[in-house]
């Protein structure tokens, strides 16, 4: 089979190619080996987008992962913001009808992947995850069962990054997700890492086997291209994170220096 890069029309930016895809726009990077390899698929933040996180992308891509970050209606790659459309402050008007419209992205792109004969081929479909940071860590959640409604197939991991989980604290059913999940968090992420670590929190009411690592000295941005914060620790955790629920590999959970609080059952 020749090389996923010599069968699609796809623009490169450095190491980054883009395609669209289910009607999205959408970035990939890809291992070296053209053997079947797990999928990741990533969802950015709100006005984000989807090469954001393009240093945890490269990661992934290097230690065996395939990797696709398709763009939401309310990307802008920072490029200004658009109005929620609930207020982050209101969990309670949240509903599994607030963001559908992202959870229907990621059930397409899966959707289209795997019926097209090339992807089909390049992606180990029982090794599937999903990843997101902020808003892209609500629509993860939310696809995991966090929104019963919403609840996706196939889903082998869910990788939280300072995730907006407020709603499902609140309304939600994180006792009972499909697939394992690591919350990540920071002490200067004063928005949503609360949210995670408190009792009767996010990391609480999520079902077994769930994660939570806090990165010091690490605010909101610290999962994107704009902070370098915790970028080594966000890949170790990640990676650590991924290999263990997909790849079912037996090393103990890293304890690293910079990380404030870390748990697991």
């Given at each position: 089979?020749k090389?996923l890069?010599?069968r699609?029309?796809?623009?490169q930016?450095?190491?980054?190619?883009?395609?669209?895809?289910?009607?999205?726009?959408?970035?990939?990077?890809?291992?070296?080996?053209?053997?079947?390899?797990?999928?990741i698929?990533?969802?950015?933040g709100?006005?984000?987008?989807?090469?954001?996180?393009?240093?945890?992308?490269?990661?992934?891509?290097?230690?065996?992962?395939?990797?696709?970050?398709?763009d939401?209606?309310?990307?802008?790659?920072?490029?200004?913001?658009?109005?929620p459309?609930?207020?982050?402050?209101?969990?309670?008007?949240w509903?599994?009808?607030?963001?559908?419209?992202?959870?229907?992205d990621?059930r397409?792109?899966?959707?289209a992947?795997?019926?097209?004969?090339?992807?089909?081929?390049?992606?180990?479909?029982?090794?599937?995850a999903?990843?997101?940071?902020?808003?892209?860590g609500?629509?993860a959640?939310?696809l995991?069962?966090?929104?019963?409604?919403?609840?996706?197939?196939?889903?082998?991991?869910?990788l939280?990054l300072s995730?907006?989980?407020g709603?499902?604290?609140?309304?939600?059913?994180?006792?009972?997700?499909?697939a394992p999940?690591?919350?990540?968090?920071g002490?200067?992420?004063a928005?949503?890492?609360?949210m995670?670590?408190k009792?009767?929190g996010?990391?609480?009411?999520?079902?077994?086997?769930?994660?939570?690592?806090?990165f010091?000295?690490?605010?909101?941005?610290?999962?994107?291209?704009?902070?370098?914060?915790?970028?080594?620790r966000?890949?170790d955790y990640?990676l650590?994170?991924?290999?263990h629920?997909?790849?079912?590999?037996?090393?103990?959970?890293?304890r690293e220096?910079?990380?404030?609080?870390?748990?697991?059952?």
């Amino acid at each position: 089979m020749k090389r996923l890069h010599d069968r699609m029309a796809a623009k490169q930016d450095g190491n980054t190619a883009t395609i669209e895809i289910a009607g999205l726009k959408t970035a990939y990077w890809l291992p070296e080996t053209d053997a079947p390899a797990p999928l990741i698929i990533f969802s950015h933040g709100f006005g984000g987008c989807k090469t954001q996180s393009k240093f945890l992308m490269l990661a992934l891509a290097t230690h065996g992962y395939v990797v696709v970050a398709p763009d939401h209606a309310d990307a802008m790659c920072g490029m200004g913001m658009k109005r929620p459309e609930e207020k982050f402050s209101d969990i309670e008007k949240w509903t599994d009808q607030t963001y559908k419209n992202r959870g229907d992205d990621i059930r397409n792109l899966y959707a289209a992947l795997k019926a097209d004969e090339t992807w089909r081929q390049r992606i180990d479909w029982k090794r599937v995850a999903l990843a997101g940071h902020s808003l892209g860590g609500y629509t993860a959640v939310g696809l995991a069962g966090g929104w019963p409604s919403w609840k996706m197939d196939g889903i082998g991991a869910v990788l939280a990054l300072s995730p907006y989980v407020g709603p499902y604290v609140a309304n939600g059913d994180l006792a009972h997700l499909g697939a394992p999940v690591m919350y990540q968090g920071g002490t200067r992420d004063a928005g949503i890492t609360p949210m995670l670590k408190k009792e009767g929190g996010a990391y609480d009411k999520t079902s077994s086997p769930a994660y939570f690592v806090e990165f010091e000295k690490t605010g909101h941005l610290g999962w994107t291209d704009l902070s370098k914060a915790s970028q080594t620790r966000v890949v170790d955790y990640s990676l650590w994170f991924l290999d263990h629920a997909l790849n079912k590999t037996d090393v103990p959970l890293p304890r690293e220096t910079g990380v404030s609080d870390i748990r697991a059952k």
